[in-house]
């Protein structure tokens, strides 16, 4: 992940989460106050319905009364006479738009029953429908001044539900007759309506519905027995002091909240009504808000995200400034600068960096000066060798040659020949010595030739094996060679590898103290690439070699130790040499293209841990490859 990833993703996510989080609460809060103002309007519609239906009870109460008071309306109730009745109640009725009208006798008979038919006229009804007899009229009838009631019933004659209110007709102090007006309670609703704005439903006292505003609720429609309130609901409305919210519910795809109480007048429970109210408008304003909200969040999440890239577009400049300059430096380019000014900590940074691979530079520039001296030097001492070995080559081969004639005149005195021999001696030493170094000198300039045939190493190996039979035997060494006779043919110089296995047999016997065993064991093997090879390993129980000195030791006049605590002889114990026997080897086996190193746990003259000479050769002399000396 990139940093300015890292850096605006952290932003990223918890200006969503906090955006979520105050969404949720914000649109929460919103609807419940929005629930909240539901149920005041409820309440509000609730008290407005009680009041405004007492207030048009008092309208209807003054109706009935203006009937009771009309002159001539005892008279016409006592003679028993309709027509007179009728002629006394119809103006009053007609001009009030009263839907029914009757008036009964003391014995509770309709005298005159006038009811407003479909086409709007209002029509007398002949012969009793016994509504006089009702029970709630019976205390009118006996009261002893005026006194008025009201019920809600089912009217016979159109099976209708009305809201009757009745008076008693007074003579004196005594009742003559009740008056009764009766009005459709399907025509009291959409006033009640008007003046709640809410919707109205009224129930009768069993908690039937009989009466609605909702046009679905029409009085025909199977629904109303769905909305009839049950006995617990029934009791807990009438137990209830203020309105009972009911449960929300949902008609014709819109959901409605409802709160019901009991319709009193008077002494007179009515039954119960119930305002409502659509909650779609509750539901609308948390939408609208929360999509308001939403807009605003995402706004501000972009907002973030812009500012979070504003914040980390100069950090991370730097940073990359600073990537690409450590890049070309590490890839050798140590002229890059980062030139990074900034007062901050990568400012800091990236000032380090800069001195650092400044300091680099100046320290790089300073090892190549030295080097290049260190090169010449090389050179000069390369070639003092070339010129030392070949000045020293010619005058040895005469003193050789000469020592060897003196040695065979002088055969009869034995004194003077062993002095002879010992100038022979000497002079071979010598000899070897000045071949080690011009074969160094060779290999240092790259002119050593390999003449490659068909070579049996375990020749080669006997052959080097004879050259020391005699310093094997005189140090009491032990040598054993193993399955390198098994080993098949190698494309190689016989006689450079004879040097190279000369030198590591010399070494083994050199570095080994008298009684030791040295083993040369070679076998067949698979390099990485799969390609068949020969190793040869030198192994010996001499005083081993520190690790330290495991590459060292290949490089021409290396030598561990003290040069004095040498012995003179080439295979005494420790014995001197020029130290150039391991760089001769290396040169000859990289010729061949194989590799030569070495395994020892360490230097211990008492505990002589010994060491291991590996040599591994292909089957085909390669050319020539400079090869690591490690071990694979
Ligand atoms: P030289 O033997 O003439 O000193 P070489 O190049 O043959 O030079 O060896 C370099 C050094 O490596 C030796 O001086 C010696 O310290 C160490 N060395 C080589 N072979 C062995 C061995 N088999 N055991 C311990 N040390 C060895």
Redesign the pocket.
């Known amino acids: 992940m990139s940093i300015r990833l890292k850096v605006i993703l952290p932003y990223f996510l918890l200006t969503i989460v906090v955006a979520t989080i105050g969404l949720y609460v914000i649109t929460n809060l919103i609807a419940t106050r929005q629930e909240e103002r539901l149920k005041n309007q409820l309440l509000d519609a609730g008290r407005v319905v009680s009041r405004e239906f007492s207030r048009q009870e008092k309208n209807r109460l003054t109706q009935a009364r203006q009937i009771a008071y009309t002159e001539g309306l005892i008279q016409a109730l006592r003679a028993g006479d309709r027509l007179a009745l009728e002629r006394v109640v119809r103006p009053v009725a007609e001009s009030a738009r009263l839907e029914e009208v009757f008036v009964i006798d003391l014995q509770g008979r309709e005298q005159l029953h006038l009811l407003r038919n479909a086409e709007g006229a209002l029509e007398s009804i002949e012969g009793e429908i016994g509504m006089g007899k009702a029970a709630w009229l019976a205390p009118l009838l006996l009261a002893t001044g005026e006194v008025s009631d009201r019920i809600w019933g089912k009217n016979p004659l159109d099976g209708r539900y009305y809201h009757y209110s009745a008076v008693t007709v007074v003579e004196g102090r005594q009742a003559a007759g009740v008056v009764v007006i009766g009005t459709a309670l399907e025509t009291l609703l959409p006033d009640l309506k008007n003046f709640a704005i809410a919707d109205v439903v009224l129930y009768d006292g069993e908690g039937r519905l009989i009466a609605s505003t909702l046009s679905v609720y029409g009085a025909d429609l199977p629904a109303q027995d769905a909305f009839a309130l049950n006995p617990r609901t029934l009791r807990e409305i009438h137990e209830s002091p203020d309105l009972v919210f009911g449960e929300n519910f949902t008609l014709a795809g819109r959901k409605y909240s409802i709160a019901r109480d009991v319709l009193q007048v008077g002494q007179r429970n009515l039954g119960v009504f119930g305002v409502i109210l659509p909650l779609d408008f509750v539901i609308s304003i948390a939408q609208d808000s929360r999509n308001n909200y939403l807009f605003l969040f995402g706004i501000i999440a972009l907002g973030v995200v812009g500012m979070g890239y504003l914040v980390s577009r100069p950090l991370i400049v730097s940073l990359q400034k600073l990537l690409q300059a450590s890049l070309a430096v590490a890839g050798g380019d140590l002229d890059q600068r980062t030139n990074i000014r900034t007062d901050d900590e990568i400012g800091e940074l990236a000032r380090t960096f800069d001195e650092m691979t400044a300091r680099l530079q100046a320290r790089t520039e300073e090892l190549q000066k030295t080097y290049a001296v260190l090169e010449q030097m090389d050179r000069a001492k390369a070639s003092f060798i070339e010129v030392a070995a070949h000045e020293l080559r010619t005058p040895l081969t005469l003193v050789k040659g000469y020592t060897q004639m003196l040695a065979m005149k002088l055969k009869e005195e034995p004194e003077v020949s062993a002095l002879a021999h010992g100038i022979l001696e000497g002079a071979e030493r010598m000899q070897e010595i000045v071949s080690s170094m011009l074969d160094v000198s060779r290999i240092d300039s790259n002119i050593l030739k390999i003449l490659p045939e068909d070579v049996n190493l375990g020749v080669v190996i006997g052959r080097a094996h004879t050259t020391f039979e005699q310093a094997l035997q005189e140090r009491n060494l032990t040598l054993t060679v193993q399955g390198v006779d098994s080993l098949p043919l190698i494309q190689a110089d016989p006689d450079q590898l004879y040097k190279v296995f000369y030198?590591?047999l010399?070494?083994?016997i050199?570095?080994?103290p008298d009684g030791g065993r040295i083993t040369i064991y070679g076998h067949l093997r698979e390099n990485p690439q799969g390609e068949e090879e020969v190793e040869i390993v030198?192994s010996?129980t001499?005083?081993?070699?520190d690790p330290q000195?495991h590459s060292l030791?290949?490089e021409?006049f290396?030598?561990?130790?003290e040069v004095y605590m040498?012995s003179s002889g080439k295979t005494k114990f420790k014995g001197?040499?020029?130290?150039?026997?391991?760089?001769i080897?290396r040169g000859i086996v990289q010729a061949h293209g194989g590799r030569i190193w070495?395994e020892?746990p360490g230097?211990d003259e008492a505990r002589c841990p010994g060491?291991q000479?590996f040599v591994r050769l292909p089957l085909k002399a390669k050319s020539h490859e400079r090869d690591s000396l490690s071990a694979p």
């Not at 001499?542 to 070699?545: A, D, E, F, V």
């Open positions: 030198h590591l010399m070494n083994a050199k570095y080994t030198f010996d001499g005083i081993g070699i000195h030791i290949f021409k290396y030598q561990t130790g040498h001197g040499g020029p130290g150039l026997g391991l760089a080897a070495v020892s230097h060491s000479f």
